[in-house]
């Protein structure tokens, strides 16, 4: 077989971008809440420990929690302020979990304190470390801690950096404008992460409606960098990690593995930016780029707004129309849809898309899958989601698993998206997949008692 | 204040805009078109046949949703072309109630018994066609010539023939361009066949207008190309390799292309989305392997046409392909299996 990489991957759906809304406007800052309210499960892992107690005045950048563990990071404080309450706060899943009530002090402005930097000379293992003391997760979404994932096995060798710029997401223009405003950050980050993983190649992908952003970082590459851009073709789920390495690197990550079994990390462009911003200075993350858009929005754009900000306030201050029915909490293809405007801005917040009454798609009606194969075409991994849908209606979960890939489907939703008879795969498979996971877990707890 | 109950839905949460009725309806509109060219070739005849199996097919998915306490799915326009296309398979003179008794059957045994929409493993049409074929084989023999002088206002005694009375054959009667060939060898010129005026069922003449029907339907992105492009084809070359090696006996492969029901079933009936393979290789199996049935029934067969035969034997076949032939899933080393 060709090992060329085709600059783009197999299948993949084209849904309308609406993207010229907010790509031209530059980001902006968000003012203060007058309450923040931070959840301490913003990130997947252990909840962050909290270190401070009711009453206490703390300062922004200030450590308001540390990392439970290697498979956590800690919570710095975006605001100066004092904490009201430590209890239980909303977030999307609808669940509460462990949280604090900041209130910020009148006028408090944008100073910051600074700790230990973290010079370019540190060792990998400093840098890790620097990277999880700045409360860094995976911005594109994922919110996955990034120094686990940077960490490279023994016995691995990361190759290739990938930098992932696709924004594929219908809708979100942050990772676009952070590209356009933020390219120091973004090379200042590259040189930490080339240090912590030992690449030897640096490659960022940048999807082609992004040219401009493109055209912007390949003018700032410093010299000593081994750094090329690439331009891939517009599709989506490009911005997916297994999609982006055969995009750029041509191979395919095995099933059930990582990115590093084929030598390579990738890492999304924001969350380089903010190492980059961080690290030199040994503060946290405190605040992040965010695009608020979608037609129930009338002051659309790119905000700087504070971590643990109210989702009420964001759209009470970018205009929201009265009407507004459906939140969506990042993109509108992966994205969660809010519950309710009373969980708060947290670190994996990507975007907020905001349709009104006469927005939301109706409930279509369900009609028989015809086997028409759209979702065929349309699966990036090569499944089959026709098949899989109508195993799920049976509840042959383990035929599912077994014979038919489910395990790999990571929930893109182009097979919801194209299927004309409206049938919620993805959804059944994300049913599916819990409860494939449970079997499992039930089956390893057995086996072990 | 913003204070609303907000919807929640799982992502995705928008939605490409197509939906199963807009296919079956734009397959409606490209039909409409050869039911026009049938209706002009062989007068209200042909139209009181299609309407009639149109409007059996409606009224027995009527019946039966309401008979099985279901929502009626007569919305959704797939009865309407089963109608269509059951209408288009018989001859133009074709007695009113047993096209009305072809719908019924196509409806409950070929579509409904196996569960409606979606799960039935044959094309309904064809179901109903080889019912009627094997219950009245004179009648479904029984052709009209086209272009009669009168056809538009002159309704044949067999058309309104009563039920179950002996069938009143009409005097003229007018060989298909297939069973002359296959009974007479005599075969008929390419250019009428293309144009559609020869004799034939009311839908399988004019093989121009049934392709610009599927070439609206494939820019539409609504019927996978390579179904029609894989049966013609392989007829296309198997005849032509047995045109070659001789002449006298076999059929001319434009000849084979364009007449008898090909067109219609290659284009409107193999294509059937829920009887084919998913997959774009199974699909392409599927092609050839109807292809290769049309030339064998028709060269070696007893029958002068396999079209019918070929694309529900393909049917039956399509749910082994599926299991066989699949995709290798992204990141695996080979087949699953």
């Known amino acids: ?449 | 204040m913003l204070s609303k109950t907000l919807h929640i839905s799982s992502s995705p949460h928008i939605k490409k805009d197509v939906s199963t009725d807009l296919i079956m309806k734009n397959v409606v509109y490209a039909l409409l078109p050869v039911v026009l060219f049938s209706v002009y070739a062989f007068g209200i005849n042909a139209l009181l046949v299609i309407a009639t199996s149109v409007f059996g097919c409606l009224l027995t998915e009527h019946l039966l949703c309401s008979w099985s306490k279901r929502e009626s799915t007569i919305s959704d326009w797939s009865a309407v072309i089963t109608g269509i296309l059951l209408g288009l398979t018989l001859p133009p003179i074709f007695p009113l109630w047993m096209a009305f008794l072809g719908a019924v059957l196509a409806i409950g045994l070929g579509k409904f018994v196996f569960g409606g929409l979606g799960y039935n493993a044959f094309n309904p049409a064809l179901v109903g066609r080889a019912f009627l074929q094997a219950a009245f084989p004179v009648a479904i023999t029984t052709w009209h010539p086209s272009f009669l002088e009168d056809r538009f206002f002159s309704i044949s005694k067999s058309v309104l023939a009563l039920p179950f009375a002996e069938p009143i054959v009409d005097g003229i009667s007018g060989a298909t361009p297939l069973s002359a060939f296959k009974f007479d060898k005599v075969t008929a010129s390419t250019s009428d066949l293309a144009l559609g005026l020869t004799s034939g069922s009311t839908g399988e003449t004019c093989a121009w207008i049934i392709l610009l029907g599927g070439i609206y339907l494939i820019y539409r992105n609504m019927m996978n190309w390579r179904i029609p492009v894989a049966i013609l084809s392989t007829v296309f070359i198997l005849s032509g390799l047995l045109f070659l090696l001789d002449n006298q006996v076999y059929p001319s492969p434009l000849f084979m292309l364009f007449s008898g029901g090909l067109m219609l079933g290659a284009v409107f009936m193999a294509t059937d989305m829920v009887g084919s393979p998913i997959t774009p290789l199974g699909v392409w199996i599927y092609g050839a392997f109807i292809g290769i049935l049309v030339v064998v029934i028709r060269i070696w067969g007893g029958l002068p046409e396999g079209v019918m035969y070929a694309i529900l034997l393909g049917n039956a076949l399509s749910p082994q392909i599926d299991k066989m032939i699949r995709p290798k899933v992204y990141g695996t080393k080979k087949l699953t299996k």
């Open chain 1, 1 to 449: 077989m060709f090992n060329l990489a085709k600059n783009t991957f197999k299948h993949g759906v084209h849904p309308p971008e609406n993207k010229e809304e907010t790509n031209r406007l530059p980001i902006r800052q968000f003012p203060f809440a007058p309450l923040i309210i931070l959840p301490m499960q913003q990130h997947i892992g252990n909840p962050s420990q909290i270190i401070v107690r009711e009453g206490q005045e703390v300062a922004r950048g200030q450590l308001l929690a540390k990392a439970n563990g290697y498979m956590s990071v800690p919570m710095h404080s975006p605001v100066s302020g004092k904490v009201r309450k430590i209890a239980n706060v909303p977030v999307i899943s609808g669940q509460m979990v462990q949280g604090i009530y900041l209130e910020p002090f009148p006028f408090s402005g944008q100073e910051t304190i600074e700790g230990k930097p973290i010079p370019l000379s540190a060792s990998p293992e400093e840098i890790l470390r620097g990277i999880q003391d700045a409360g860094i997760v995976g911005l594109g979404g994922a919110a996955f801690p990034t120094h686990v994932k940077l960490k490279i096995p023994e016995g691995k060798k990361c190759e290739y950096l990938l930098i992932n710029g696709i924004e594929c997401e219908p809708y979100l223009t942050t990772d676009h404008r952070v590209m356009l405003e933020q390219a120091d950050d973004i090379f200042m980050g590259i040189r930490y992460l080339l240090k912590a993983t030992g690449a030897k190649e640096v490659v960022i992908g940048i999807e082609a409606n992004k040219q401009d952003a493109a055209d912007h970082l390949v003018g700032k590459i410093p010299q000593d960098l081994p750094v090329r851009v690439q331009v891939v073709p517009v599709k989506y789920p490009q911005g997916a990690e297994k999609m982006l390495i055969t995009a750029i690197i041509g191979k395919e990550v095995p099933s059930g593995g990582l990115p590093i079994d084929v030598n390579t990390v990738v890492v999304n462009v924001a969350t380089t930016a903010e190492i980059g911003r961080l690290l030199p200075h040994g503060q946290g993350i405190q605040e992040r780029v965010i695009t608020i858009t979608g037609p129930a929005i009338s002051k659309k754009g790119n905000y700087l707004i504070p971590i643990g900000t109210p989702l009420r306030y964001v759209l009470e201050q970018v205009g929201a129309s009265k009407n507004i029915s459906e939140v969506f909490m990042g993109g509108p293809m992966m994205g969660v849809s809010a519950s309710s405007l009373d969980i708060s801005i947290v670190k994996g917040t990507s975007g907020i898309v905001v349709f009104g009454d006469n927005d939301v798609k109706k409930t279509d009606k369900i009609y028989p899958c015809i086997k028409c194969g759209a979702c065929v075409d349309a699966c990036p991994i090569f499944l089959n989601p026709s098949k899989l849908g109508i195993l799920a209606k049976f509840e042959a979960y383990d035929s599912m698993a077994e014979e038919y890939n489910l395990m790999d489907c990571f929930e893109c939703g182009s097979c919801s998206y194209v299927c004309p008879s409206n049938i919620p795969l993805v959804q059944y498979f994300r049913l599916s997949k819990g409860i494939i996971r449970k079997r499992k877990a039930n089956i390893q707890q057995k086996t072990n008692a």
